[in-house]
């Protein structure tokens, strides 16, 4: 009802809302445009010609984003140095060795027919605004005057970057090997949750290359370019000191860097049939989680011309809608888990590093030569770097090892053509129904996604997508993918396994699709080794289900509550198990009866939501603490929550005497933090469960700014493992910043959100305005037809020739 209300508000004052209009001539355009600004910040871009749509939306994107676009630019040709110093050489190497070199137009062809001329539209529009502006520079954003930078100019290749990829899994890789020689491959199967496996013994975790030389920073210029940026120390995405506790094991319950991007990195999305919805038509939702940043990931934008009619949101970045809705139909998409990464180990030549061995033995070796390029990348405050590239018939050569005449090289699918982020989107903004949506779903490579699909005719399917190497061995029966394998010819790729043959469903019986980056894989599913291992926990998708058969037909009301759900499915399984517990401390006794009478969800005003989730974390930690050796925490910083509740299931005096262990130093951490009075103990607050949103150069701004640019606290509930993710912080890094929830029935009933605005811009009123709705879990109407829109215009733009 809250979500209803906060609806309502939101819509009281369009009757009265003034409009503002303006005409700007712009060079490149064939025709007029006409842009309507909503009052939520939404572009609806009507174009007479696919050219000038995407031209619209390039420069649009720049209006409204141009230093996020300006940090992609050089984050994807390799000149961050030359922006913010030798602190970021190794970064624009990483960048350089793992840039796309292959036809450029063929390339683009991948992602749509017309794709050169959609993505040269898109840049020229980029451009044409970026143009616009230098000739007014001070109405630049306030980021480039504090870097004394200006924005540059695109080309197709900085749209197709493979930089922010979700590419899994090299890092496990290394530290997975790291853990076999460590503690062998039957205790990381029994700490590390692989699933599905049809025997105890699977995955296959034997170690074909030297262990003990694995122990080096192999993955260095691979993680630099990946890593958030920083400026002056501040990172892009909050990344406030999470330390809940006195903690004797550095990293233990703070999720930091790498760690914190894969375990959040996640998403909802579920359609239920007409059978199961109030309107009789399929309905669609959609939340993914990424980091939480200012400005978001993400970007809406209504795409309008002969042929395109898509409303939806993507990254600026980029042309097109990744998730939204057509006239047709609707589509989402979460991670769905491929591994299509492999380190290789090579034997180099002792007479000359630049070769490693390919096939034969000994004095028959075959050594091949590496290919070798030389880039210079300039740098600010100093000397231009001469940066060698080297690169093995797999692909780029991360680290050399010369003291044992090794090399090592990363095979990525990223570097396969098509490859970029989100860009077969294109196709799937024209897909008329089911039949044209999963052809379309046949060129979207990376990254791996469940894409989920409901139409107007009553259609819901599932597709997962993605690219997912075939791996054929001589030296093993199977090749898993998840240890690093010697370079020499005995472990190949076989191709890629079809898209079409990954899960899929079509109109199932039970009336719903719904996944949350957890397994929905079958144990004897075929080219078992082409698919992840590992998976979110089950929790939220459990939770989704659980509501969605709750024998009640669904609406969009039911939809916004259950996106905002704070039930915790772990709670429920783990409180009953204190229900015969006492304890001789009074204040324990306290928090017992707290837990004892809750309803397990983690709102912002609970007490016993407080005390849930720090002795969950306690709990957490002591079951780590037992059960990962010492010399092995450093590459497995956490266990699985089922490991852990596996561990908690077993009745035993030592496992009730931990429950109540880990209480007593709950009660302790909270008194420490929140103060003695337990009354004071809600969930949702500054010193407790919270958002702060810091703008990545709020560390070179004086305090002002600071007021302007920084966002929060407020409070928030639930954690990773509610339906509605919030993270295991106090601060919120990651979660749902964007939101979309459509009944196919009506296009106009769309709600959505986009936290904490369209613009990245502190001078622009989008900047922050949909933060607070965001943070009340609220929604604003996306309207389709164009009557509507009007109704809620803030202004229209008028782009002509």
Known sequence: MRQLLLLIVILLPICCHSQSGQTIQTAGLQQPVEIIRDRWGVNHIFAKNEHDLFFAQGYSAAQDRLFQLEIWRRQATGTVAELLGSQEIKRDIGTRLFRYKGDINKELLHYHPHGPQIVGAFVAGINAYINQVLKTPEKLPFEFRVLKTKPGLWTPEVVISRHQGLMYNVREELNYARLVKLVGPDKLRELQWFHPAATSTEP???????????????????????LPLKFEGQATKADEDEARLPNPEPLLGVDSGFEAEKKYNGSNNWVISGAKSASGYPMLANDPHRAQSTPSLRYWVHLHAPGWNVLGAGEPTLPGVSV??????????????????????????????????????GTTAQWEAMKILTETIPVKGGQSVKATLKYTRHGPVIFEDAQHHKAYAIRTGGLDIGSAPYLASLRMNQARNWAEFRQACLFSRVPGEN??????????????????????????????????????GRFEWGGFLPIDKLPNKLNPPEGYVVTANNNLTPVNFPNRSAIGWTWASPSRAHRIEEVLNDGTRKNLVDFMALQADYLSIPARTLVPLLQNLASPSDRTEQALSYLRRWDYKLTTNSVPASIYVTWEEQLKQAVYLDKVPANARPYLKSLPTKRVIDALLIPTVARDSL??????????????????????????QRKNKHITLTHPLSNLVDKNMRQKINLGPVARGGYGETVNATANSLNQTHGASFRILVDTEDWDKTLGINSPGQSGDPASPH???????????????????????KTVAEGTTMLKP
């Open 204 to 226: 296959d975790l034997t170690l074909h290359v030297n262990g003990d030389e694995l122990f080096q920073p192999i993955l260095e210029l691979y993680e630099a370019f990946r």
């Open 324 to 361: 939204g809705h057509n006239e047709y139909g609707a589509w989402g998409l979460t991670i769905f888990e491929t591994d299509n990464e492999d380190l290789y180990v090579y034997e180099t030549n002792p007479a000359n590093p630049n070769q490693y061995r390919y096939r034969g033995k």
């Open 451 to 488: 894409m989920i699909w409901a139409d107007k005719t009553g259609t819901i399917g599932w597709q997962a997508v993605g690219l997912s190497p075939i791996r054929k061995s001589s030296q093993c029966k199977s090749y898993t993918g998840l240890l690093p394998v010697p370079g020499d």
């Open 659 to 684: 429950l109540l262990v880990c209480l007593n130093r709950a009660v302790a951490e909270l008194t420490t933090r929140l103060g003695s009075d337990m009354d004071d103990w809600v969930y949702g």
């Open 767 to 789: 900047y922050s305005d949909l933060f607070s709705l965001w943070a009340e879990n609220g929604y604003f109407p996306v309207f389709f037809s164009k009557d509507k829109i």
